[in-house]
């Protein structure tokens, strides 16, 4: 079952989020993607799960079926932050768990500051206090390439040659399927990836520093009030492993599992993935 709903932010916007599963399921996910994704990034992961629990899948602002936002400097996390609330005050949700991917992982530890109360657990996808510099400028290179693409096929070889790096594995379906949940289809039939431009404006001039890190591993301390799931794609460049067993040695009740083969970051439907947060959630279901 799924259902589609449309809330305001705080400052006026019209925004989405999708609700997959169960009203009255045991537990809710919310579910924050990374910059350029929208919510179409967990229907695999929903769709390898047993319908068990509620997923509420969000487009933050400037993506998907959201509005775009005419006032740049909004887009950024504390902002999408206080979306959520609106979201979760709106729906009713006092107890939720998060699941980020990238940006969406920057934000759940951003929640567990302002909201620890209404967060039952933690899946963080790819994401922790540091961000490799070589992941950075890998991501900088590509994500101001938004012109409109000729068809379909052609949007599915773009992707795959991007994206390569992350998924070497991938077969030409799959490429398919990835840009079916990127783009966006106009009515000349050409696509278009599905977000506003202006959301990268600031990507290429992140240069993290000591005083940065300082800050970021200060806000991941607050991530102890609540279980942690960290998952890792094996060649990530933006979560090294070093930052990752960092951060389990940080946290009294955290669990990492590691994706074989891909980078940054895992769709969370490869078989390691699906079973860590299957797991993750039943545990946290038996402790409530």
């Not at 009255?24 to 994704?37: K, Q, S």
């Amino acid at each position: 079952m799924t259902e589609d709903i449309y809330y305001t932010s705080p400052d006026g916007l019209t925004l989405f989020a999708r609700r997959y599963g169960p009203e009255n399921a045991p537990l809710t996910a919310l579910c924050m993607h990374g910059l350029t994704r929208n919510h179409k990034d967990f229907e695999p992961l929903i769709e390898a799960l047993d319908g068990r629990y509620q997923f509420i899948a969000v487009d933050q602002r400037g993506r998907g079926q959201s509005d775009r936002d005419p006032v740049a400097e909004r887009y950024t996390p504390q902002t999408y932050v206080g979306d959520m609330k609106a979201l979760l005050d709106r729906l009713g949700l006092q107890k939720v768990v998060l699941i980020g991917t990238s940006m969406g992982g920057l934000m759940s530890m951003i929640m567990m500051r302002t909201m620890p109360a209404r967060i039952r657990g933690v899946v963080l996808n790819d994401v922790g206090p540091v961000f490799e510099q070589e992941g950075l400028n890998r991501i900088a290179s590509y994500v101001n390439t938004v012109a409109p693409i000729e068809n379909w096929e052609k949007a599915a070889e773009s992707v795959g040659k991007v994206q390569s790096y992350v998924f070497p594995k991938y077969t030409p379906e799959q490429w398919m399927a990835f840009a079916r949940r990127t783009y966006r289809e106009l009515e000349d039939g050409r696509v278009v990836l599905d977000y506003d431009p202006a959301i990268t404006q600031t990507v290429g001039q992140v240069r993290p520093s000591l005083l940065t890190r300082f800050a970021m591993w200060r806000l991941y301390g607050g991530m102890k009030k609540a279980p942690l799931l960290i998952v890792r794609g094996e060649t990530s460049d933006i979560l090294s492993d070093k930052t990752a067993q960092k951060m389990l040695k940080r946290h009294p009740d955290a669990q990492l599992v590691t994706v074989p083969e891909v980078g940054h970051a895992p769709i969370l439907d490869e078989p390691e993935a699906v079973s860590a947060i299957s797991d993750f959630l039943q545990r946290l279901e038996a402790s409530a």
